[in-house]
T-cell receptor, first 114, second 113 residues
Framework: SQKIEQNSEALNIQEGKTATLTCNYT??????LQWYRQDPGRGPVFLLL?????KEKRKERLKVTFDTTLKQSLFHITASQPADSATYLC?????????????FGRGTSLIVHP | KAGVTQTPRYLIKTRGQQVTLSCSPI?????VSWYQQTPGQGLQFLFE???????NKGNFPGRFSGRQFSNSRSEMNVSTLELGDSALYLC????????????FGPGTRLTVT
């Protein structure tokens, strides 16, 4: 069965450093991968989408890589700030019967210390 | 543009009761998906509606049902509530048939006692 793995342990980093979060998957050939941010008690917020034929995507301080050979995505936040502290979810999906239903990982908590 | 809204935000129910949750998508969005989020299972897909038709369904018992109205607003219903149904229920809307980017509402926190 499809499996998405994100580090369950919180990632603690100092302000100004680059945070790198990992999303690994098995038994899956996604057409695209997404990253979401979720704050406690709130719904996830879409951040970035990267397609299977793209290696890297950037948006402001965010960078996502997608390696379909390794079945892995890395999510980077450069110059991290305490406000970046949240849980980050990766989601994989592919067109199925004309519809796209993403499968979410459990998320990794990021804590940025001032 | 207003975001996805969900009502109510918090709900406490007793085992055996039923509950209806409501979701209003972003204006112009035709797809609405529902998810259940718990600490143990993470975000689990319940069902998706597009133009009033259920397009996809997750692996949940028949006690969980939903519908979508002509204005794209959606409701989900859970009958015969169980303690394990306590969770954050999230609604997400997206624009078209290939719903890549999903926009989530704040969720409804359901507690079953």
């Amino acid at each position: 069965s499809q499996k998405i793995e994100q580090n369950s342990e919180a990632l603690n980093i100092q302000e100004g450093k680059t945070a790198t979060l990992t999303c690994n998957y098995t038994n899956y050939s996604p057409a695209y991968l997404q990253w979401y941010r979720q704050d406690p008690g709130r719904g996830p917020v879409f951040l970035l989408l990267i397609r299977e034929n793209e290696k890297e995507k950037r948006k402001e301080r965010l960078k996502v890589t997608f390696d379909t050979t390794l079945k892995q995505s890395l999510f980077h936040i450069t110059a991290s700030q305490p406000a970046d502290s949240a849980t980050y979810l990766c989601a994989l999906g592919g067109a199925s019967g004309g519809s796209y239903i993403p499968t979410f990982g459990r998320g990794t908590s990021l804590i940025v210390h001032p | 543009k207003a975001g996805v809204t969900q009502t109510p935000r918090y709900l406490i129910k007793t085992r055996g009761q039923q509950v209806t949750l409501s979701c209003s998508p972003i204006s112009g969005h035709r797809s609405v998906s529902w998810y259940q989020q718990t600490p143990g299972q993470g975000l689990q897909f319940l069902f998706e509606y597009f133009s009033e038709t259920q397009r996809n369904k997750g692996n949940f018992p028949g006690r969980f049902s939903g519908r979508q109205f002509s204005n794209s607003r959606s409701e989900m219903n859970v009958s015969t509530l169980e303690l394990g149904d306590s969770a954050l229920y999230l609604c997400a809307s997206s624009f078209g048939q290939t719903s890549y980017e999903q926009y989530f509402g704040p969720g409804t926190r359901l507690t079953v006692t």
